[in-house]
């Protein structure tokens, strides 16, 4: 028997790609960080599309987040969040309960382009591609070490698709009171 297009219906068309979708979650991952200047969240996912791992900028486990210099400037250097701050793609791969080797061929989806110290840690873990929303640091040293690391060690990197790059809704509210509203 064949099923004929009537029967069938139609599916909707709107839906998120998996880039937009996976984008998607790793913003909301960037809400959880208390980071009053930066926040980055970062979602890392495997071949087959499944979810590995989310993480977001914040303190080492253990450090207070109320007795963290969260500034971007202070006397010295030691008193900024700078040398104790962990980045969302660290933490992402950190908070990976699995074995290793399953973040080989895995790509992470971040919001902001990868500094050098995670292109470091991304590079390590076996994680192949990259995609980014924000490369708001283009140009700087960091981002240009970031850049030729990744190229010589073959990992790739784009920036979320134009057409991808939308604004999503979010209710937290149930459908039926969003249409009271
Ligand atoms: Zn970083």
Redesign the pocket.
């Known amino acids: 028997m064949e099923l004929n297009e009537e029967i069938l219906g139609h599916k909707r068309e709107d839906y998120l790609s998996w880039d937009a979708f996976f984008m998607g979650i790793a913003k909301l991952a960037a809400g959880r960080s208390k980071d009053p200047s930066t926040q980055v969240g970062a979602c890392i996912v495997s071949e087959s599309n499944r979810i590995l791992s989310i993480g977001y900028n914040g303190t080492p486990n253990g450090f207070n987040d109320n007795e963290f210099p969260w500034d971007r400037n202070g006397n010295c250097e030691n008193e900024t969040k700078y040398p104790y701050v962990c980045?969302a793609?660290?933490n992402a791969i950190l908070n990976y309960p699995g074995a290793r080797s399953d973040l080989k061929g895995a790509r992470v989806y971040v919001d902001l382009f990868?500094?050098n110290?995670?292109a470091k840690v991304i590079i390590q873990s076996g994680i192949s591609e990259i995609i980014y929303l924000s490369d708001k640091y283009n140009g700087t040293p960091g981002n240009e070490a970031a850049k030729l690391m990744l190229t010589k060690c073959g990992v790739k990197y784009k920036q979320l698709n134009e057409e991808e790059q939308v604004v999503l809704r979010l209710p937290l509210i149930p459908d039926e009171a969003v249409s009271r509203q």
């Open positions: 980045h793609e660290l990868p500094c110290e995670c």
